[in-house]
């Protein structure tokens, strides 16, 4: 079963808008991870969250974790049209497998 | 430059034929990652190795082996016993010491499709 869920599932946006997806996950986690698909390729890892960290930035990408609620969100701001691609998380759920589970992700389109 | 090669790019299946997916990284990464992904889907993980010689079970090994005699390679064979292969087949790898703290490095995939 997926352990990550984002949401949207689909979202389409103007260039120069932000753009925000979210991450729901059901057991503890020590770090949650989001990468970023191009149609047809492989997938790009953007940003790592430590479960004792609530925000992290990189360039103009911000992601939230709340453990809490465990949930995570993913902010580009200023999109560009290069910027339309699929985008997932991916958490590492205390069950013994060591290996990532990766949500279903969120497919963003930035008209130009 | 380091990174993972998966080849070929795209492989046909014939009915009762297995067929084998090569990933090979230059990482000098640990661990190694076999996943499969359907049209519009997420990652769903086949099998992964933490070490040379060893690899475990994900969610949906069914149908498929793998081995791991090179540090450098993980081929993946996708055998007739697996009934729905057409998928968009993905290998990745990373430093495997700490898997939760380390990113994953993909390679661009391999697309099976059944003739």
Known sequence: ?112 | DGGITQSPKYLFRKEGQNVTLSCEQNLNHDAMYWYRQDPGQGLRLIYYSQIVNDFQKGDIAEGYSVSREKKESFPLTVTSAQKNPTAFYLCASSIGRDYSNQPQHFGDGTRLSIL
């Not at chain 1, 979202?11 to 047809?40: D, F, H, P, V």
């Not at chain 1, 004792?52 to 200023?78: F, P, W």
Request: hydrophobic fraction near 30%; glycine fraction near 8%; aromatic fraction near 6%.
């Open chain 1, 1 to 112: 079963s997926q352990q990550g869920e984002e949401d949207p599932q689909a979202l389409s946006i103007q260039e120069g808008e932000n753009a925000t997806m979210n991450c729901s996950y059901k057991t503890s986690i020590n770090n949650l991870q989001w990468y970023r698909q191009n149609s047809g390729r492989g997938l790009v890892h953007l940003i790592l969250i430590r479960s004792n960290e609530r925000e992290k930035h990189s360039g103009r990408l911000r992601v939230t974790l709340d453990t809490s609620k465990k949930s995570s969100s993913l902010l580009i701001t200023a999109s560009r049209a290069a910027d339309t691609a699929s985008y997932f998380c991916a958490t590492d759920p205390y069950t013994g497998r060591r290996a990532l589970t990766f949500g279903s992700g969120t497919r963003l389109q930035v008209q130009p």
